[in-house]
């Protein structure tokens, strides 16, 4: 749902065209898989994101945060009452800041589908979630990842939800063996691009 | 020059609260920060009245002068400007703050002292925006936010003081008295 009560379109102030500055963070905030007790089950991949504005600038600076289930399609989260293993050495979230090229990575695995409660055999397809804030307040997006190929995204009323297929394209991620770890983990990249500065209101 | 197409939003789903969020977050100004200490608090409802847990709500504000953080060299620097925090089983949020001074606008205007506010909630395919006021500033005439959206929608961004020190701001997504919202 859209919210139908839109009033005015925001302005450009000094409210607007600043925010919040985020510390980087530390390198272990990047790695989802290294538990205490070893490396998460599932199949090991690379994440790098990088951060463009529409002009394709890389945005240095930019804050990203990932969250996802784990292999077997498991959110750590108490909401999450589905019978699917906890994985204990997968931690579900990721965090940082990019780098001057606009540039971060993550470790992660690739997460499993899992069944939406109430939905009649919905499975939502292998995502992975995503928040970027760029340097203003309005440049903070919140989206979902998904991977090329898998047969769920044709059928996912989330991801369909795009109607217009290009820009559910622009949310599938590209393999790139330069992103991944030889022999050890698979790459792959996703281009973020934020609303800029003289941007116009997106249609709903 | 390319010209880049922004990323499609997505919902924020069920499960975030583990990815963004800690204990810290709702706190935006600290102890040592100048100025009027309160708390922010409201509740977020529905279309049908309905409360609404889990939504992630965002709040980005000026310190006590008016001034933001990373952007004016003068700045409080005990006020970060930023905080977020989550609705509660009661559909409850609190932020922990001081009040934020008048700041410039557009032209030669001032803006009336303002927390920007941006929510995510499941069910919501964006973000969306809004603004909360406090009842008692004398900018409000010439804020021209509030001037845009005329008087009747202007309304619903103004909080209430329920306490000397406690502004209470409730966030009605959809139905009568909705909450009016910016398009970002």
Redesign the interface.
């Known amino acids: 749902?859209?919210?139908?009560?839109?009033?005015?379109?925001?302005?450009?102030?000094?409210?607007?065209?600043?925010?919040?500055?985020f510390a980087r963070s530390a390198d272990e905030d990047r790695n989802l898989v290294s538990g205490k007790g070893g490396q998460a089950i599932g199949s090991l991949m690379r994440l790098k994101v990088r951060v463009?504005?529409?002009?394709?600038r890389p945005q240095p600076g930019s804050f990203i945060?990932?969250?996802q289930?784990n292999a077997a399609g498991k959110?750590?989260?108490p909401?999450?009452q589905r019978d699917a293993p906890i994985d204990p050495n997968f931690r579900?979230?990721g965090?940082g800041v990019v780098d001057a090229n606009g540039e971060i990575d993550f470790i992660t695995i690739r997460p499993g589908a899992y069944p939406v409660p109430n939905s009649g055999g919905w499975w939502r397809p292998p995502h992975i979630?995503l928040?970027a804030y760029g340097s203003t307040?309005?440049s903070?997006?919140?989206?979902?990842l998904y991977f090329p190929g898998d047969p769920l995204n044709e059928i996912d009323g989330?991801?369909q939800?795009?109607p217009?297929p290009v820009?559910?394209e622009?949310?599938v991620l590209k393999p790139d063996a330069d992103s991944g770890i030889p022999e050890a983990a698979l790459g792959f990249r996703f281009d973020?691009?934020?609303?800029g500065r003289s941007?116009t209101?997106?249609e709903? | 020059m390319t010209r880049l197409t922004p990323t499609a939003a997505q919902t924020v789903g069920p499960f975030y609260s583990y990815g963004l969020l800690t204990k810290e977050d709702c706190v935006v100004a600290g102890p040592t920060a100048l100025g009027r200490h309160i708390k922010l608090v409201g509740k977020l409802i529905n279309r049908d009245g309905n409360l609404c847990r889990d939504a992630l709500i965002e709040i980005w504000q000026a310190d006590a002068a008016g001034l933001y953080n990373g952007r004016d060299a003068d700045a409080d620097p005990a006020v970060k400007g930023f905080g977020r925090t989550l609705t509660d089983e009661n559909g409850s949020f609190e932020f922990q703050t001081v009040l934020p001074g008048a700041c410039p606008g557009s032209g030669n205007s001032w803006q009336a002292p303002h927390f920007a506010v941006g929510l995510f909630a499941g069910g919501l395919t964006r973000r969306v925006v809004t603004r909360i006021y406090t009842p008692d500033s004398p900018e409000l005439e010439e804020d021209e936010v509030l001037t845009q959206l005329g008087k009747e929608a202007a309304k619903t961004l103004i909080g209430r003081w329920v306490s000397e020190n406690t502004l209470e701001f409730d966030i009605r997504l959809a139905g009568e008295g909705a909450t009016a919202f910016l398009q970002d």
Do not use: C, K
């Open positions: 749902m859209a919210p139908d009560n839109v009033h005015a379109i925001a302005p450009r102030t000094a409210t607007e065209l600043s925010g919040p500055i463009l504005d529409e002009d394709a945060e990932i969250w289930a959110y750590q989260h909401q999450d579900s979230w965090r979630h928040s307040f309005l903070h997006i919140i989206t979902q989330i991801f939800g795009i217009d820009a559910r622009r949310l973020l691009v934020l609303r941007q209101p997106l709903n």
